[in-house]
């Protein structure tokens, strides 16, 4: 590496380090000295600059032709570090395991499925409701979609029911976004969550955060709070709940991959650096394989 | 560069030993050594005692202020000297002490924990601390030099923001205004230096088996810290530079009255501003992520998270600038985008804190002072966080923003978690850089006083900003119901400067007699604890090979390594 | 004591190459510089159109394309001159690959003095004949202060030119000093790189 | 008005609300007890106007999740630094080492997600809903400038002037009158902020800025100016005039009128006129068109002096001639250095602009 590559050799007992200077201080005090002059006088300014160039200049021959080093003397001692702690301790789940919590795990994909899913099933009831209710089909639409807001305060119900495209559009950005994070959220605690997963995700999780968004969304979205129905509301959220749920649990579990290097999970690779360090994770991958498990 | 094949024509000086530490140096020779020094050591030590220093000088101004506004209609100090005491505090504070403390350990501690007997650029590192230091003490010459509005001695006094147009000549006469640009612009010269330093010393000096994904997580965070120096202090010096030239050479860049836009002038020093405060706390960060581990006798949890959550803030930071603006006049939808990119940061600052519980979590907790006050520094730095996700909904900031609320958000942060984590670092490492321990038990008379004092002034600080006290007032009519409270913050602010003090005698007693610390006095794992306390001028006698993120682990549990599982 | 004595797991780890610290430090340097180019180029942006009194830039300004033209080939220059010493430490031929380095380091300080000069005639004109100064208008202050930037940038390269050209002509370069004349070359290309946005801003969307 | 019908009376309650206890009812309580003990009040628990109530019911909002956040994750912390602090019962081993868990890691990267976007919708709602509210015709228009240390107000539908001290009409359930400002500097930035009545909006030079809102109660509403513009930045105060509509006509149609000329004082007023006042005020009917200075035609019908530092009475208003600077450090009026017996003349004249 280019720590030892660039000092020059040194006599045994010694080492080469960078030799002290005062010309980078030189060089400082001189352009302060500018700075300065330029708010009392010239003159000042003058002599700065005689001193940053001499800096400049004597710097220079610290590095030209080649960096000055002076020599240290160095005693080298072996240091064996030594702990307090005499042993360490693991957690036991089985024998052979040591420091990776859950074992296996439904994969991010499998969380953000489930989440889509659930978002596309969630529409079905709510598009019946504004069928059923309104006759329309744009209904649940326009209300999360922006009904309430600034120029559409208050929304004729003609409005209402009829498509508007900026409420479609706000309405899907929402609603995508809701679903992939809550799936994704659902995803990662499911291997922590007891058993019934369905049933917990379904139907427990449903239900929490409809009372939460009851309490709350008059003040998040108050028309929407105002002509929201809310067993309809319910029957959707668990529509949701239940076909993501369903989703999640059909995936695959994929181990966990803990033991492999951050650089080899991300699949980081660029020349150079990277490539033998990913070398090196294949081999402690198959190294640990053997330890670990 | 690799010349290694250059013949060494030059012969190399062989003064042998460290004069300075020798019995029969004189002090001048002494104060030579350090003053022409360019070894990252002595540096790093230079840079932490400069900002000692400085924080000692702007607390006190912070003193004088409080004192000032502890009853209503004081006369104690006239509004010139008021304003002059906060733009001073505030300028020095966040460029004279938190720039020069984080640098500070950045250069102590890089080089030692990634195995290297130096920085990489050892001549740009002298450079970079004098310009700092230098632009500090002009900096304040200007409180005898300028010649302001009121007359004779004079500093700047517009605030740290310097919001145009307030700061152009045609508000701002006298010399005030050029000391503060040009003193921003040397000491922003240094820390560019001090950040492509950095970044070259990780990238070019790492030893043997130290790859970027077993570097300390201290030595990830300065390196995002060093690559958002660059980005941030940039445009701050470039905007100064603007500034300059509309004062001396009569241009228009903030100039109202030629259809120059202050609004510019407010972007672009947020573009720096806010970036400024994440540049200040990561390495905050950094110290509690090597202090918490230590003392709860576990791995940190999660670090590839850490690395990426500490990229993401460095990232994000970059775009939310404006939530220091929702006043200015913008539109809704220019709003609305900086509610949601400002409480995004709150993601990945979130991940930190619940990383250091889980890495407490299990662990065996050793309440040294210094895991004192890097707990003390998480629970004060979730709670700042959350004034801060406060201030960042827009029709809210509305009515806090400018607001004593608002100060007493950002020195919930910046005393609460950087001031508590400095400490925490210098508890921690004090043993390192002088062979002494401190002494705990003052060390814990520090902690519990300062804790006290930080809490009465900055806790009941926000009272008064719900109540409607806007910042940079030096007087206030009684009535508001402020009063009650701004008694209790000025006796706050007292506390924490004899908890201070307290500090200052405990360093300079553990220095003089404290007990010895030997290399490795708590029992931590990261390579600076493999070197004598302190260590030689060369670091390692033996260029160290690591194989994990935590080689003295390796070293100290052979059955049970890092390297196998990582 | 003084040193951790080497560890000795499995695949400690393979000896890298560290890059070059000088190419990482300019690298570093080159971003922050950018970062400062970039809040100048914005204020360009930002008050295009907007001066209050003229004169305008469509009455001032003609596009420099002979300085341009010089300023871009002495990228090229320079990269053959960093050729020709790569040549040098590698072949027998050290002598004439010397030479040819200086002529092409020669080429390329040149080039950039014919566009110092070029932009100083453009200010000469700019001043003394349309009355354009820093002062005049919003258009002014930016003008100078964005192209007064790059140019104060070439300045600086020119000088640091300048130096290895007259160490090269003394016969104190040598060809182990590669590494530090690319340090300076890749400095050479940010200010041209820098100049193809600073004539995008200035000269084909500001006009 | 558009907003309250928008928003629901009721203020909604989490039960976790109850944990932000210490912030959030300290706060309301505080805001309470000022607003009784004090005489006056400038806090932002107090509103009067459809913004202002939409904001606070954000701010209870806001605080409510946020509490929650920090007993959530401030109790953890708590746990875990209790229970896994050492003991002098544990054996000498490390504990377990736990490198990490993506699940975990993944579950509390998310959840947060998932509530920034809660409160973002909830912020950007109610940011479009006070920024892009409609304004009626029947709204009365006022230019709002900022100046250094004083504010002007000018009524361009009546044609006058006049400074500190706002008077707009209260808009209730009979009476929908919304004041529509416009928010203009003269030289730095300013900001201009009645807690009670709407959150601040800066004066930026070259920049005109919109402030609608429709105080609902009669009353007298303080506030002051915001952002750091100069020496006497404490002392730029400012008072809003929620009046009835009655009272509003009353007070428009006596500023509508040219300044009262009083034969009794006409030698103050030839002093006055006599002197460099004329160069910074203006006195309507008066050779004074000054338009530095605040607009003096009616000096009389102000309760205080200089932005609300002083009451206006007649030995404040002869301290304030003698020597602004010993009242008002840093304002922009210099001490005309005038005899006693003139600064008298200058005041028995001012005093009769009622
Ligand atoms: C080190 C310094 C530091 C840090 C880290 C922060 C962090 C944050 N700050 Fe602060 N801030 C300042 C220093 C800092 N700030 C300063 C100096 C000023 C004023 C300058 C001046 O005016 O002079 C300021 C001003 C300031 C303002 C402008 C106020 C105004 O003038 O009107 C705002 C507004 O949005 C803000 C917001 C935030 C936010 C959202 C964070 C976030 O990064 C906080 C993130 C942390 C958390 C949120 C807590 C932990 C997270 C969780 C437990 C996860 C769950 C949480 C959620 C889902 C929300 N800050
Ligand atoms: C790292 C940054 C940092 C730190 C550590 C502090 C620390 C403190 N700050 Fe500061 N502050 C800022 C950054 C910081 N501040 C910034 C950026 C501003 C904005 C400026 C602006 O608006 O322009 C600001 C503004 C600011 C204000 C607002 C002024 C105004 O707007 O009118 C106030 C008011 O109380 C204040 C108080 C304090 C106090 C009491 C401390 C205390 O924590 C200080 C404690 C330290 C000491 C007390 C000194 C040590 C002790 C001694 C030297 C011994 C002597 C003591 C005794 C005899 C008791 N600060
Ligand atoms: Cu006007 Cu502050
Ligand atoms: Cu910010």
Not at chain 1, 229 to 246: E, L, P, Y
Not at chain 2, 79 to 95: A, D, I, K, Q, S
Not at chain 2, 511 to 536: F, I, Q, V
Not at chain 3, 80 to 85: D, G
């Amino acid at each position: 590496m280019s720590s030892h590559e660039e000092r020059p050799e040194a006599p045994d007992g010694f080492v080469a380090l960078p030799a002290p200077t005062a010309w980078p201080l030189v060089l400082a005090f001189g352009l302060l000295l500018i700075f300065l002059g330029v708010v009392t006088s010239a003159a000042i300014s003058l002599l700065g600059l005689v001193l940053a160039v001499s800096g400049g200049i004597g710097w220079f021959g610290e590095v030209l032709p080649q960096e000055r080093h002076e020599l240290i003397s160095m005693e080298a001692h072996e240091f064996a570090p030594k702990s307090t702690y005499r042993a360490v301790s693991r957690i036991h789940i089985d024998a052979q395991h040591r420091a990776h919590l859950p074992v296996t795990t439904p994969s991010v994909t499998a969380g953000l499925k489930g989440g889509v899913a659930g978002g596309i099933a969630m529409i079905v009831p709510a598009t019946l409701y504004g069928l059923i209710a309104f006759h329309s089909f744009w209904y649940a639409v326009n209300l999360l979609g922006g009904a309430g807001v600034a120029d559409w305060t208050n929304p004729t119900m003609a409005q209402i029911t009829h498509f508007r495209l900026s409420a479609l559009v706000t309405a899907a950005v929402i609603h995508a976004a809701l679903s992939l994070l809550v799936g994704l959220l659902y995803g990662a605690t499911l291997p922590m969550l007891p058993r019934h997963p369905i049933l917990l995700g379904g139907l427990f999780a449903p239900l929490l955060w409809t009372g939460v968004l009851h309490a709350s969304l008059s003040l998040i979205n108050p028309f929407l709070d105002q002509k929201i129905h809310w067993v309809w509301f319910v029957v959707s959220q668990i529509a949701f709940g239940m076909v993501a749920g369903w989703v999640v649990a059909k995936q695959a579990h994929i181990r966990t991959q803990q033991y492999l290097p951050f650089a080899a999970r991300v699949g980081l690779e660029t020349p150079g650096l990277i490539a033998e360090r990913h070398q090196e994770g294949l081999d402690q991958r198959t190294e640990s394989g053997e330890e670990g498990r | 560069m690799a010349d290694s094949t250059l013949p060494v024509d030059r012969p190399m000086e062989l003064p042998g030993d460290l004069p300075g530490e020798q019995p029969g140096f004189t002090w001048l020779e002494t104060l030579h050594t350090w003053v022409t020094t360019v070894d990252h050591k002595k540096l790093g030590l230079m840079y932490i005692g400069y900002a000692l220093i400085f924080l000692l000088v702007a607390g006190v101004e912070a003193l004088l202020m409080r004192v000032q506004l502890m009853v209503a209609n004081n006369h104690f100090l006239s509004p010139e000297v008021y304003n002059r005491l906060f733009t001073m505090h505030g300028t020095t504070m966040v460029f004279l002490v938190g720039m020069p403390f984080i640098i500070g350990f950045a250069n102590y501690l890089v080089p030692l924990m990634i195995g290297a007997r130096d920085m990489a650029l050892p001549r740009l590192n002298a450079f970079s601390f004098w310009m700092t230091a230098l632009g500090g003490f002009f900096l304040y010459y200007s409180f005898l030099g300028a010649v302001g509005l009121q007359g004779a001695g004079s500093a700047p006094d517009t605030t740290w923001w310097g919001y145009a147009p307030l700061t152009e000549r045609a508000f701002s006469r006298g010399h005030t205004m050029d000391y503060w640009a040009l003193a921003l612009v040397m000491s922003g010269i240094g820390t560019i230096g001090a950040a492509v330093n950095v970044i070259a010393t990780v990238f070019c000096m790492r030893c043997k088996g130290m790859t970027l994904f077993r570097m300390p997580l201290l030595v990830w965070l300065n390196l995002t810290t060093a690559g958002l120096i660059l980005v941030t202090i940039s445009p701050l010096t470039a905007a100064q530079i603007m500034l300059l030239i509309d004062r001396y050479l009569g241009g228009h860049f903030f100039d109202s009255q030629a259809g120059g836009s202050p609004v510019l002038w407010f972007h672009f020093f947020w573009i720096f501003g806010h970036p400024e405060v994440y540049v200040l706390v990561l390495p905050a960060f950094a110290i509690a992520n090597e202090v918490i581990p230590t003392f709860s006798r576990k791995a940190i949890f999660g670090y590839p998270a850490m690395v990426a959550a500490s990229a993401g803030i460095a990232f994000i930071s970059l775009g939310v600038w404006a939530h220091h603006m929702f006043t200015v006049g913008m539109s809704a939808p220019g709003n609305a985008f900086f509610v949601l990119s400002t409480g995004l940061v709150g993601v990945p600052t979130g991940i930190k804190i619940f990383n250091w519980i889980a890495t407490m979590w299990g662990g065996k907790i050793r309440f040294t002072v210094s895991m004192m006050f890097a707990v003390a520094f998480v629970a004060q730095f979730l709670l700042a966080g959350l004034t801060g996700i406060m201030l960042s909904m827009a029709p809210w900031n509305w009515q806090l923003h400018d607001t004593y609320f608002v100060v007493a958000h950002f020195h919930y942060v910046l005393v609460g978690a950087i001031v508590f984590c400095i400490f925490s670092g210098l508890y921690y490492w004090f043993p390192k850089m002088t062979g002494k321990l401190l002494s705990e038990r003052l060390g814990k008379w520090h902690f519990w006083l300062f804790v006290l004092g930080f809490h009465m002034t900055f806790d009941f600080m926000h009272i008064p900003g719900l109540l409607g006290m806007p910042r940079w007032i030096y007087t206030y009519q009684p009535g508001f119901g402020w009063e009650k409270w701004n008694i209790l913050v000025g006796v706050g602010a007292f506390v924490q400067g004899i908890a201070i003090l307290l500090f200052s005698f405990n360093m300079v007693r553990s220095y003089l007699k404290g007990a010895e610390a030997g290399p490795d006095p708590w029992d931590a794992w990261t390579l600076e604890w493999a070197t004598s306390s302190p260590p030689p001028p060369y670091n390692f006698a033996i260029e160290p090979v690591v194989a994990s993120r935590r080689p003295l682990w390796d070293q100290k549990h052979p059955e049970d390594p890092d390297w196998r599982y990582e | 004591m003084s040193a951790l004595a080497a560890p000795a797991p499995p695949h400690a780890g393979s000896d890298r190459r560290a890059p070059s610290r000088g190419i990482v430090a300019m690298l570093a340097v080159i971003v922050a510089e950018s970062a400062i180019f970039a809040i100048f180029v914005v204020a360009y942006v930002f008050y295009i159109g907007k001066s209050l009194s003229g004169p305008t830039p469509r009455q001032v300004l003609e596009i420099p394309y002979f300085n341009t033209v010089c300023l871009l080939s002495s990228s090229i220059t320079i990269w053959l001159a960093e050729r020709s010493l790569k040549r040098a430490s590698t072949r027998s031929a050290t002598r004439s690959a010397m030479r040819a380095f200086t002529a092409w380091w020669a080429c390329t300080a040149l080039l950039g003095a014919i566009f110092l000069a070029g932009t100083a005639l453009e200010w000469r004109k700019l001043i003394y004949q349309d009355g354009l100064t820093v002062r005049t208008n919003l258009f002014g202050t930016t003008f100078y202060s964005l192209v007064g930037l790059h140019a104060s940038h070439v300045i600086i390269g020119l000088i640091m030119l300048s130096f290895v050209l007259i160490f090269a002509l003394t016969g104190k370069l040598h060809p182990q000093h590669r590494h530090r004349v690319e340090v300076l070359a890749l400095y050479w290309h940010f200010v041209d790189a820098v100049w193809v946005v600073v004539f995008t801003v200035v000269y084909v969307i500001g006009r | 008005m558009n907003w309250r019908k928008v928003l629901r009376p009721e203020v909604f309650r989490l039960p976790v609300g109850l944990l932000a206890g210490i912030g959030l009812a300290g706060g309301r309580c505080l805001a309470q007890s000022a607003g009784r003990v004090a005489v006056k009040s400038q806090t932002i628990f107090a509103p009067h106007s459809g913004p202002a109530h939409l904001i606070e019911q954000l701010s209870y909002f806001v605080l409510e999740i946020t509490g929650a956040i920090f007993a959530v994750v401030g109790g953890l912390l708590l746990f875990v630094v209790v229970r896994f602090r050492r003991r002098p019962t544990d054996d000498a081993a490390e504990p377990p080492q736990i490198y990490g868990s993506t699940q975990i890691e993944l579950a509390w990267t998310v959840a947060p997600v998932l509530i920034v976007v809660v409160l973002f919708l909830t912020a950007a709602r109610i940011i479009f809903a006070i920024e892009t509210a409609p304004i009626p015709p029947s709204s009365l228009h006022v230019d709002v400038v900022g100046h250094q240390f004083w504010w002007e107000f000018r009524y361009p539908g009546d044609g006058f002037v006049t400074a500190n001290e706002l008077h707009i009409p209260v808009s209730g359930p009979e009476t929908d009158r919304v004041s529509d400002l416009r928010i203009l500097s003269a030289d730095v930035d300013h900001s201009f902020w009645a807690p009670e009545l709407f959150g601040k909006i800066d004066t930026v030079p070259n920049q005109t800025n919109r402030l609608t809102f429709d105080p609902d109660a009669v009353g007298i509403y303080y506030g002051q100016c915001a952002q750091f513009c100069g020496t006497a930045h404490a002392q730029m105060l400012l008072r809003v005039y929620v009046q009835t509509p009655d009272d509003f006509a009353a007070w428009v149609a006596n500023q509508r009128r040219p300044a009262v000329e009083d034969p009794a004082v006409a030698a103050g007023r030839q002093f006055f006129e006599s002197q460099s006042c004329v160069s910074c005020h203006t006195i309507r009917g008066s050779s004074a068109h000054g338009l530095y200075g605040p607009d003096l035609t009616h000096l009389m019908s102000r309760d205080t002096l200089a932005s609300g530092i002083i009451p206006n009475t007649p030995s404040n208003l002869k301290r304030w001639i003698h020597d602004p600077q010993s009242i008002k450090p840093g304002a922009k009026m210099p001490a005309m250095q005038l005899g006693d017996s003139e600064t008298d003349q200058i005041v028995a004249y001012l005093s009769t602009l009622k």
